[in-house]
């Protein structure tokens, strides 16, 4: 059973290719036991955020299990292949490191993949496709994650999605005050960009949300108002920034709406910041005019400024992933030694248990019990030896030392010089 994890992100694909293949929590769990109920998959575990789909498992296939991310999602294999990077063993072990330290997000540090990682977790012991390799391995890369963040400066700056959204809006508008900022959907993106942006304390703050409830939360969190989803239409028009991040698997924003508000506004400008993937807003509305779209692989590039400080730890924090990688690959391949480790066990076992049912007969007998105690002795000695015995007797030449330098490790022999 090997290792093995594949997947696409923000750096081999772009975002009209990663949304396809996107897993919505309200079926990540149904998609893991397809995965392993139909596939050569013992262990599986799914990480779908707007930056990255991966998947994680245990599998003598690994083709197979490629097979089946397109066909869950009605692609074709070969379309996706120039996009998916795969990872054997030692490699995936080393990319879930650095995925779960920061270290391969878009912004360098952002913590926020951790957090995701641990949904990710609990998604598929829920689903029951968490094994013995996949807990450890994630229980390692949880650990090695927070030694990396308490050791190094990774996390240093405030550097978020969040933060690079209001620095879009202060390149456009003069003063966030100003503004009314309209916030659709209510997850922990929006809630982190909410943040944010009452720091600038806005003119007004406005939450559209399928879930009333969960928008009341944040509007009274933030002193803003609450709309429903189907409030949009009418409402559009009366915001000057749109920030936007459901769990939709079809745009909820499309042309023909932005086009009725821009002409409302009277051809005033409009910003537009789309954090969800698959994305909320048509990607047609960025060929309007007035309108400023922005999707997260825009934000991405911007988000890179001012990073020197966290860059200047990458290399502390690589040198503490690879000793921890070595640690969890001794572990590993130590696992693939336990059937033989086994077998050699039960051998002795069978040997000794021979060996003391013929003495315990001796002693019914009423034979000296010292020398049934050293008959046993000597007989378990001569058949653990037997083994080794013929097979340096019939060595070849060529193997002759291998199989002395074996034995004299595993016996502790201090050969004379």
């Known amino acids: 059973m090997q290792l093995f994890a594949f997947g696409m992100n923000h750096h081999t694909a772009p975002l009209a290719v990663r949304e396809q293949v996107t897993f919505h929590a309200e079926n990540l769990e149904a998609a893991l036991r397809d995965l392993v109920a139909h596939e050569s998959v013992r262990e599986a575990a799914i990480i779908s955020t707007c930056n990255r789909t991966e998947i994680y498992c245990s599998t003598p296939e690994p083709v197979r299990a490629i097979d089946w991310l397109a066909r869950f999602h009605h692609l074709k294999a070969p379309a996706l292949e120039p996009f998916l990077y795969t990872l054997p063993r030692e490699r995936a072990v080393t990319h879930a490191f650095r995925v779960a330290s920061g270290l391969d997000s878009m912004v360098i540090g952002e913590p926020q993949i951790l957090g995701q990682m641990k949904n990710a977790v609990k998604s598929a012991e829920h689903a029951g496709t968490l094994g013995t390799v996949l807990h450890k391995l994630f229980q390692s890369t949880f650990s090695v994650a927070k030694e990396v963040r ?3 400066d990774i996390g240093s700056s405030s550097v978020s999605m969040a933060a690079a959204a209001v620095k879009v809006a202060e390149r456009i508008y003069p003063s966030i005050a100003g503004q009314r900022i309209l916030f659709v959907g209510a997850g922990e993106m929006i809630e982190l960009c909410s943040t944010h942006f009452a720091a600038r304390r806005p003119r007004e703050m406005t939450f559209a949300n399928r879930s009333v409830e ?10 803003g108002r609450v709309i429903t989803l ?4 009418e409402q559009l028009a009366l915001h000057d920034i749109i920030v ?10 499309g042309k ?11 051809h005033r400008p409009i910003l537009m910041i789309d954090l969800a993937v698959p994305r909320d807003v048509e990607a047609e509305v960025a060929e309007l005019d007035d309108v400023f779209l922005y999707s997260v692989d825009d934000l991405g590039k911007i988000v890179q400024e001012g990073l020197d400080t966290r860059h200047a730890a990458v290399a502390q924090a690589e040198a503490i992933i690879n000793t921890n990688v070595h640690a969890f690959m001794h572990w590993l391949e130590n696992r693939d030694l336990v059937p033989t480790i086994r077998a050699l066990r039960d051998q002795a076992e069978r040997m000794r248990r021979h ?15 010292a020398k049934v105690l050293d008959l046993l002795s000597h007989s378990l000695t001569n058949k653990f030896l037997h083994a080794p015995t013929q097979a340096l007797s019939s060595a070849q030449t060529d193997e002759r030392d291998a199989l002395v330098a074996a034995l004299s490790r595993l016996y502790e022999i201090n050969l004379p010089e």
């Open 256 to 266: 023909g709406m932005i086009e009725r508000a821009i002409k409302a506004r009277r």
């Open 355 to 369: 060996e003391l049912e013929r003495a315990v007969r001796m002693l019914a007998k009423g034979d000296d019990p």
């Open 244 to 253: 936007t991040c459901t769990a939709s698997t079809l745009p909820i924003l």
């Open 214 to 223: 969960r928008g009341e939360l944040l509007a009274n969190r933030f002193q």
């Open 150 to 152: 308490s050791r190094t």
């Open 230 to 233: 189907n409030d949009l239409p």
